[in-house]
């Protein structure tokens, strides 16, 4: 299970989560909502361990493991994956030896051949070009290239838990057939996702099992699949002035 | 544990240099430069008088000049305890153990093979790869190539010879280019005639009786009309040498339609102030390429040039420098457009760290009348912690208005957001810094030699895990 209890996350001396609290179970696919500001961005970051975003009080726990101070790359290595929102350009490093080396340092290192098997084949799936493992990693991609090249590498690194940042931004609607259906693959053996979004469109590709609304750094409301309908009618402002939850242990729906 | 090989060097003197006049024989084993040494020193080699009189007036010329103080501070070049010939034997470090426990293990890590450790710490004489390369050879010299040590080209090839030493880099036009021009020897002469392309990159160590790792070689290239040649010199492997001064001289003449590279690594020990001069004359539609890498020394400053003197030709540096603890790279170029529509791209990176020093000096200059001539000039410097600093001087002197100049400088260290995403994918810190570093050198190893560029890889890689945490 991936439990985050009483989460509080400064940057810059701000305060940008006020106390939220989380459990995403294996298999499990829970939606994180809110409007622009909200604070969804710095929950991802500050369990993934982006320096810049500070774990002020609260908790992260990896099946049971204390996750809260340990390094980026630790905390990838038991399991975590973050797909990024803007994912950085590294000019000269390749996808391919990109890949490869985090494949080696995760110990999940194949032997050569086979990797280029699968990573061939996850990138038919994905839609692309063979010619994109010798460029760049993110150097000169298009918004598409960038969300598929994160899927990409969820798909070959198979974490245990993958937190999904605004996947779904900045593609059209064929690119994110393909994308949802890449994720959902990668849900089958077992993943816990953590989808982010702003818009409920992905939503109706990947069903979550459960929703959260996240306002001015607190989880608002949470619910089942029918929260995310209700956003897409009345809007963010009405949930959030509907009813205000304090940092309420929420119950995942198989407990 | 390496031989020590005395009694082999006591014999090769005897046999190259006479000793049947003793009164010399004090020279040979003293510290310092005086006109007595100069002629000594040409008296051993058996010059002919022009050559002699040419180290004498550039010794002269030497005296005259005052160490530079523009670039990084040389105050400490003691020139009088310098031995600028003949050392005596037991100076030289004959000892594998003798060397710095650092370098020692680095071949080891790098994974050198045990013979060609102890060649390259000087314990050894060169194998005799005339078994190897000697089919080669042949091919080349029925092709009418000429490639030798620049003391035989002398003798064998005057004429030749006469017609283009010096005239590139005269002695006055630096105090270390009139060093070399007095005490030069050494280094390789090459001469590719009309038309002859050769495929194969030629090697430093090709060369039969080349002196090793010699601190004043003086290396003369004449690539003929519509010629093709490729030199490549020195060592990614750090080399250990006692002798702190190393003052070479390289001039290269690209004739009508040819192509020369040169490719050098530097990697010399951090007692050593490498000052280099190097430059290139380059005819119509000719094109001449260096290819830079400086890693060791002290103190480095080498600033290779094209003089791009007939109509299109081209002129292209690609320069990279790591600078660590200790040490200072100052490098750069200067491209010289004399004529129209020539061409000039310089591309220099570099890295520093653990208080490492960089420096670019760039400078293009393009004279009036020079109508559609093109320059592009890139540097790029990373620094990566914050005792270690990177400058860049580029310069741009364009006297012709008929022309385009490109000009751009990043100066950065190493993003946290490219570290943050590379570790949260399971890299450590140690591994993502030098992916980062190779990617960033990436554009200029591409243009190696795969070996060198294997090799570079991993002698970054093994820099960073040194370095870092």
Redesign the interface.
């Known amino acids: 299970m991936l439990e985050i209890r009483d989460l509080h996350v400064s940057a810059d001396g701000k305060e940008i989560i006020k106390g939220v609290s989380l459990k995403i179970k294996p298999g499990e696919i829970q939606a994180l909502m809110g409007p622009n500001g909200s604070g969804k961005s710095s929950i991802a970051l500050a369990l993934a361990g982006h320096p810049h975003y500070k774990i002020t009080s609260g908790k992260v726990l990896l099946d049971g493991r204390n996750i809260t101070k340990i390094s980026p790359d630790k905390r990838a290595k038991l399991g975590l994956f973050l797909a990024m929102q803007h994912p950085v350009a590294i000019p000269g490093v390749s996808v391919a030896n990109f890949l490869r080396t985090s494949l080696c340092s995760s110990k999940k290192g194949s032997p050569t051949a086979k990797f280029v098997e699968t990573f061939k084949k996850d990138m038919k799936e994905l839609r692309i070009d063979e010619s994109f493992a010798s460029r760049g990693i993110n150097d000169g991609f298009s918004g598409g290239e960038k969300k598929k090249s994160e899927i990409l590498q969820l798909s070959l690194l198979k974490p245990k838990y993958a937190v999904l940042d605004e996947t779904d931004s900045g593609l059209d609607i064929d690119s994110l057939k393909i994308v949802t259906a890449a994720i959902k693959k990668a849900v089958g053996p077992g993943i816990g996702i953590l989808l982010i979004t702003h818009y409920q469109r992905i939503l109706k590709y990947i069903q979550p099992g459960f929703v959260h609304v996240l306002v001015d750094g607190r989880i608002v409301k949470s619910g089942g699949y029918k929260l995310a309908e209700e956003i897409e009618d009345k809007g963010y402002q009405a949930i959030s002035n509907a009813k205000i939850q304090m940092s309420k242990e929420i119950q995942s729906p198989n407990d | 544990m390496a031989k020590v090989s005395t009694m082999q060097e006591n014999n090769d003197y005897k046999s190259k240099y006479s000793f049947s006049k003793p009164e010399h024989y004090v020279f040979k084993s003293k510290k310092g430069l005086s006109k007595a040494v100069v002629e000594e020193i040409s008296y051993q080699k058996g010059e002919p008088s022009w050559m002699r009189d040419f180290r004498l007036k550039s010794y002269e010329i030497f005296e005259t000049k005052k160490t530079p103080t523009w670039g990084p501070d040389l105050s400490e070049l003691n020139y009088d305890d310098i031995y600028y010939y003949i050392k005596p034997i037991d100076k030289k470090s004959a000892n594998w153990q003798d060397l710095p426990k650092e370098i020692r293990d680095t071949y080891k890590k790098i994974g050198i093979p045990e013979a060609e450790r102890k060649y390259l710490a000087g314990v050894e004489a060169q194998y005799d790869s005339e078994v190897i390369y000697g089919s080669i050879k042949k091919d080349w010299e029925e092709k009418g190539v000429i490639f030798t040590d620049t003391d035989t080209a002398l003798k064998k090839y005057p004429d030749l010879f006469k017609e283009y030493f010096a005239q590139a880099v005269p002695p006055s036009d630096n105090k270390f280019a009139a060093l070399n021009s007095a005490v030069w020897s050494g280094g390789s002469f090459i001469y590719v005639p009309k038309g002859v392309k050769i495929d194969i990159p030629l090697q430093a160590y090709f060369r039969i009786n080349s002196p090793q790792m010699g601190q004043f070689e003086r290396t003369l290239i004449i690539v003929d009309k519509g010629a093709q040649v490729h030199y490549v010199e020195g060592c990614t492997a750090p080399i250990y040498t006692s002798d702190s001064l190393h003052a070479a001289v390289v001039e290269i003449f690209v004739k009508k339609g040819a192509r020369c590279r040169y490719t050098t690594i530097q990697n010399w020990s951090k007692n050593v102030y490498n000052l280099v001069t190097k430059r290139a004359f380059v005819e119509e539609e000719g094109t001449m390429e260096w290819i830079d890498g400086n890693l060791g020394s002290k103190v480095n400053m080498k600033y290779p040039s094209c003089f791009l003197k007939g109509k299109g030709a081209r002129g292209e540096l690609l320069s990279i420098s790591s600078a660590g603890k200790g040490q200072e790279q100052d490098s750069g170029g200067k491209m010289i457009h004399l004529a129209p529509a020539t061409t000039s791209r310089i591309v220099s990176k570099s890295i520093s760290k653990d208080g490492g020093k960089t420096a670019f000096r760039g400078l293009v200059k393009m004279i009036k009348g020079v109508k559609g001539a093109k320059t592009h000039v890139q540097c790029n410097s990373l620094i990566l912690d914050e005792k270690s600093a990177a400058t860049t001087y580029p310069s741009m002197q364009i006297e012709e208005a008929d022309v385009e100049a490109a000009h751009e400088a990043t100066v950065g260290k190493i993003?946290?957001?490219?570290l943050?995403?590379?570790?949260?994918?399971?890299?450590?810190?140690n591994?993502?810094t030098s992916?980062?570093v190779?990617?960033?050198?990436?554009?200029i190893v591409k243009e190696l030699p795969l070996e060198y560029a294997i090799e570079l890889n991993r002698l970054i890689q093994l820099e960073m895990i040194g370095s870092v945490g």
């Open positions: 993003g946290e957001e490219q943050f995403y590379l570790m949260s994918r399971g890299i450590t810190q591994e993502a992916l980062i190779n990617g960033f050198i990436d554009p």
